[in-house]
T-cell receptor, first 113, second 112 residues
Framework: DAEITQSPRHKITETGRQVTLACHQT?????MFWYRQDLGHGLRLIHY???????NKGEVSDGYSVSRSNTEDLPLTLESAASSQTSVYFC????????????FGPGTRLTVL | KQEVTQIPAALSVPEGENLVLNCSFT??????LQWFRQDPGKGLTSLLL?????REQTSGRLNASLDKSSGRSTLYIAASQPGDSATYLC???????????FGKGTHLIIQP
């Protein structure tokens, strides 16, 4: 069955380190999204991609970057981790862009000390 | 900037009751509205997707409606069961933004 996987599921890092969170989907969807979920804020969009070599900034993109070299993967990089980036990160994909049904991965819980 | 509001933030009801969860949004330029379920420590499971041209969608004991003119959606759960306990999130797409705009969720507890 098609699915979205995220790794690692849990990560503890130190302030200032570079961290990369992996997202891999086997739906063959062109559209992929990264969100973060925080108490009091709900889920917010970080970055998204509508296809290979396409990346776009979302609502809370500062301090994050993504790259899309193939259809299946959209890694999220924190260039220099900050305590404010402690959160749960979710990757999602959809077949038909913003108007399509989105399917979510299991999430990565990141703690920045 | 569009906003999505969910009321109530928490709800506890006895097993077997029918219940309604509410979602309101500020922008009528909506593409679709999606309802999710999230269990503690887990990801989001898509329950129902309503396109802007539709008024409702049904899946088993769940029925979701969409009223664009009033900026409201409801999720109706019939004959609630303890296994329905979870946080329910609604999210809209559209309004000039890419990705989904989420409400903060309704935490639902079904008492056995």
């Amino acid at each position: 069955d098609a699915e979205i996987t995220q790794s690692p599921r849990h990560k503890i890092t130190e302030t200032g380190r570079q961290v990369t969170l992996a997202c891999h989907q086997t739906w063959n969807h062109n559209n992929m999204f990264w969100y973060r979920q925080d108490l009091g804020h709900g889920l917010r969009l970080i970055h998204y991609s509508y296809g290979v070599q396409d990346t776009n900034k979302g609502e809370v993109s500062d301090g994050y970057s993504v790259s899309r070299s193939n259809t299946e993967d959209l890694p999220l990089t924190l260039e220099s981790a900050a305590s404010s980036q402690t959160s749960v990160y979710f990757c999602a994909s959809s077949e038909t862009g913003a108007a399509g049904e989105q399917f979510f991965g299991p999430g990565t819980r990141l703690t920045v000390l | 900037k569009q906003e999505v509001t969910q009321i109530p933030a928490a709800l506890s009801v006895p097993e077997g009751e029918n219940l309604v969860l509410n979602c309101s949004f500020t922008d009528s330029a909506i593409y679709n509205l999606q309802w999710f379920r999230q269990d503690p420590g887990k990801g989001l499971t898509s329950l129902l997707l309503i396109q802007s041209s539709q008024r409702e969608q049904t899946s088993g004991r769940l029925n979701a409606s969409l009223d664009k003119s009033s900026g409201r959606s409801t999720l109706y759960i019939a004959a609630s069961q303890p296994g329905d306990s979870a946080t329910y999130l609604c999210a809209m797409s559209g309004g000039g933004a890419d990705g989904l705009t989420f409400g903060k969720g309704t935490h639902l507890i079904i008492q056995p």
